[in-house]
């Protein structure tokens, strides 16, 4: 049930409650009234014609009596009379014409002190002079005036409830159209902002209140359909930016793509082409004699080995740019100790690398050093097939310093290797690639042999 609907029922309902007890307690009160002024009246006409009849019955006046009854069944207001002498002989007895019947009636029940009809008000008292009580009246006066008097109130009080229902009503739809009908309009207008409509404007019309309602909402539907068509083309400018970016980046993937492709098929290719390089260098060891120039040609199949494989890890590798360095040196530490099976068979291989991660420019130099320096403590540190321990050690220090160790157990190393002159083409290749690490190197020969080298990871130089 709607506001309007209510107030114009609670509106309705009260007038018509006024209505009915204006109908109701007015009528009645003024019943009331008039019985009272009647019984009030007829006190008086009994007083009054005490007065007279005591000494008319005093002293036997016949005429006197019937003047005094004539006289006050001429009243409109009396019904019928009846007088007694003190010894309860009747004297008079009168009737207004119409009321006979009720004369009668009160006779033939005995002339009782109580008597009681609708139509009358009755009342017995005694006739009292100097000399004593000399009789009794009675006088009834019919209630036709007290009815119609009600009757009238009762038409005025319905008249004036008719008048309070229809001012209550008229009230109710003054409520209705001037306070309350603009409460739908603004429901709906507040709907349509909760679903979004921006265009749906209220009225202005009503109370006060209600106008200034309507203003402020409709400002609010303007000001936020405003918000919303700029929020709008901002979504719609940032969506074709998205697409724009999208496309842009699925170019660029699409390139990166492409580049990975040619990045592995270069590496693919370059470990072949070393390898072909290893293969032209074996091919043409075949026709060497010399056991040294044989040596020469395996140390250089073995550092084209070292950097094919690096090559070869990357191309296999999800991340182009750095490899795995410990597996890598692993793997080429396996393949030294498989060349040199035959006279360093009692040796064994320590490997503590972990997992570091290098890129190309470090991982290349720091693969041959391994390679030359591995080789040379297979193939010198163990002389005679003797037995020992080689050892490989790559430690992460702090400011991105990586250490490398190669050491052995052997028989030591000889410091005059350690002078220009003496140094061999290994040693030199050694100490070339520490150059080009920027790196630091420390060798110590006391016991056994060991090689430490300090670097930190080389960036990607632009070649020109």
């Not at 207008?189 to 409709?218: C, D, I, M, T, Y």
């Not at 990045?263 to 043409?284: G, P, W």
């Not at 199949?301 to 950097?307: G, N």
Request: charged share 20%; net charge negative.
């Amino acid at each position: 049930m709607t506001v309007r609907v209510q107030l114009i029922l609670l509106i309705s309902l009260l007038s018509a409650a006024f209505g009915a007890f204006t109908a109701f307690y007015f009528p009645a009160q003024q019943r009331t009234y008039s019985l009272d002024a009647l019984s009030s009246q007829l006190s008086s006409i009994q007083t009054l014609a005490s007065d007279l009849l005591g000494p008319s019955i005093l002293f036997d006046d016949i005429d006197g009596i019937e003047s005094t009854a004539s006289y006050i069944l001429k009243l409109e207001e009396a019904a019928f009379i009846v007088i007694w002498d003190s010894n309860g002989t009747e004297l008079v007895q009168r009737a207004r014409a119409g009321y006979g019947d009720l004369l009668r009636n009160y006779l033939e029940a005995g002339a009782p002190r109580r008597y009681s009809h609708p139509q009358l008000i009755f009342s017995l008292t005694p006739i009292v002079n100097a000399a004593g009580t000399v009789g009794t009246l009675a006088v009834a006066f019919n209630t036709k005036n007290v009815a119609e008097s009600v009757r009238s109130s009762v038409q005025a009080s319905v008249i004036i409830g008719l008048i309070f229902l229809a001012s209550g009503l008229g009230a109710a739809l003054f409520v209705a159209i001037r306070l309350v009908q603009p409460l739908p309009v603004l429901t709906d207008a507040f709907v349509a902002l909760s679903q979004g409509k921006f265009g749906h404007r209220v009225p202005e019309q009503g109370a006060a209140e209600f106008v200034q309602l309507s203003e402020a909402l409709n400002r609010t539907g303007e000001t936020l359909r405003s918000l919303f068509d700029e929020m709008s083309m901002k979504n719609e400018q940032l969506a074709a930016e998205i697409l724009e970016r999208r496309r842009a980046e699925q170019q660029i993937q699409a390139s990166l793509d492409e580049k990975e492709v040619l990045l592995k098929e270069i590496h693919h290719r370059v470990k072949n082409n070393l390898q072909i390089i290893s293969s032209l260098i074996n091919l043409q060891s075949t026709y060497v004699e010399d056991p040294r120039s044989l040596e020469i040609f395996e140390d250089s199949k073995m550092r084209i080995r070292s950097m094919a494989l690096i090559h070869e890890n990357l191309y296999r590798s999800e991340d182009l740019a750095r490899i795995e360095f410990g597996g890598y040196i692993r793997t080429l530490v396996g393949q030294l100790a498989q060349i040199y099976r035959s006279s360093a068979s009692g040796v064994k291989l320590d490997l503590d690398i972990g997992d570091a991660l290098l890129n190309i420019e470090t991982a290349v130099p720091c693969g041959l050093i391994v390679t030359e320096l591995v080789s040379n403590a297979l193939k010198y540190a163990f002389p005679d097939g003797g037995s020992g321990r080689i050892t490989v050690e790559l430690l992460v220090l702090d400011n991105d310093m990586f250490e490398l160790t190669v050491a052995d157990d052997g028989i030591g190393f000889d410091p005059a290797a350690a002078t220009d002159s003496g140094k061999t083409f290994g040693l030199q290749l050694v100490d070339t690639l520490v150059e080009q690490m920027e790196a630091s190197k420390t060798v110590d020969g006391t016991n056994g042999t060991l090689f430490s080298i300090r670097f930190s990871e080389l960036k990607y130089r632009e070649r020109v």
